[in-house]
């Protein structure tokens, strides 16, 4: 990518004292552009909630004057990783600034908790299978004792290599739009960043499902009746085909006509049905979460947060 200068811009204010020699930013062609062209970044349920977080931390304009270089592309890279978002951003120089964002992992026992809570509950593990990570998950984590969000800018460690002493910097904050909308397209970027990727806990979820339902399903010995012939189950030689031997798995444990012993799970599903959809118990937070982020005269997108916080505090239970 070979940098170009770039017109005054509103994020391109001249810059004083020792900055003065850097001028306006370069820009790039090729850079990542936010989605977003006017108004606020983000559209997903998680995005809006990572950007109400940072926003909830006071960083006031330090994080809306990135959102012009997010725009404008100045965002060359952005990797995501377990612990670390890593950027290159385009600045005044001709080389990039590298920049990087740290947010603690969760360690693998925790990450095995939760993944045993999310697999005992039809609800998640069917919504997260589906590639779909609902919002009620946060509840999920915050119960575990670990938030996937950071409840202090002191959790997150944020560094750039450019000269401004602003935490964030500019560059710092066009990375956090980014990652935002990183969220929009998928979020369990976000899991990723706290140290599962989607691969990786969504074949555990299915192990551990798949581990439950084997030890539910009662075998034909288990339960009192004959089991399955082995040339027609296993294949034997001389056996029927495939499609014939996984229909006598299914019906191996059937009688045609059912012991006196066995009337009480003649009707019963012989693999267990999926549980109900946990009913969860939600405190002011879900109103909270509906009515949107309030307008910039009452507080903006943090006022959410600080009243989320309060309620808390009022009802820790």
């Known amino acids: 990518m070979t940098p ?44 809006r909630r990572f950007l109400e977080v940072l ?40 080389r990039p600034y590298p920049v990087t964002i740290a947010l603690p992992p969760f360690p693998d026992a925790l990450w095995d908790r939760v993944e045993r809570e999310l697999a005992g509950q039809a609800f998640f593990s069917a919504r997260l299978l589906a590639g779909d990570l609902p919002a009620e998950l946060e509840e999920v984590f915050a119960a575990a004792g670990a938030p996937l969000f950071p409840r202090s800018v002191g959790e997150l460690s944020q560094r750039c290599g450019c000269p401004d002493v602003a935490v964030p ?53 288990d339960a009192g009746m004959p089991g399955p012939t082995p040339s027609v189950v296993d294949g034997a030689p001389g056996g029927p085909p495939a499609a014939v031997a996984g229909a006598a798995r299914v019906l191996a444990d059937v009688p045609d ?34 009515l949107g982020a309030p307008a910039a005269a009452i507080g903006g997108p943090g006022l959410l947060e600080r009243l989320r916080r309060a309620y808390q505090a009022l009802d820790p239970g």
Request: aromatic share 8%.
């Open 55 to 94: 926003e909830s931390f006071a960083l006031g304009t330090r994080l809306t004057r990135g959102r012009a270089y997010a725009r404008r592309g100045q965002v060359l890279r952005l990797d995501v990783s377990p612990g670390r978002v890593e950027a290159s951003v385009q600045g005044s120089r001709p």
């Open 257 to 290: 006509v059912p012991p006196t012993e066995a009337v009480d799970r003649f009707w019963v599903s012989p693999v267990p049905l999926p549980d109900r959809p946990p009913i969860l118990a939600t405190g002011p937070e879900l109103l909270l979460r509906q």
């Open 4 to 47: 170009r200068p770039a017109g005054t811009g509103p994020d391109d204010s001249t810059p004083t004292g020792r900055y003065a020699d850097f001028g306006p930013a370069l820009r790039v062609d090729g850079g990542l552009r936010a989605r977003s062209t006017r108004g606020a970044i983000g559209v997903s349920w998680w995005s």
């Open 169 to 221: 910097c500019k560059h710092l904050a066009a990375t956090f739009y980014l990652l935002a909308e990183a969220f929009d397209a998928d979020p369990f970027q976000l899991l990723h960043w706290r140290g599962r990727s989607r691969d990786a806990l969504l074949g555990r979820l299915r192990t551990l499902r798949a581990d439950a339902v084997g030890s539910a399903t009662p075998t034909g010995r």
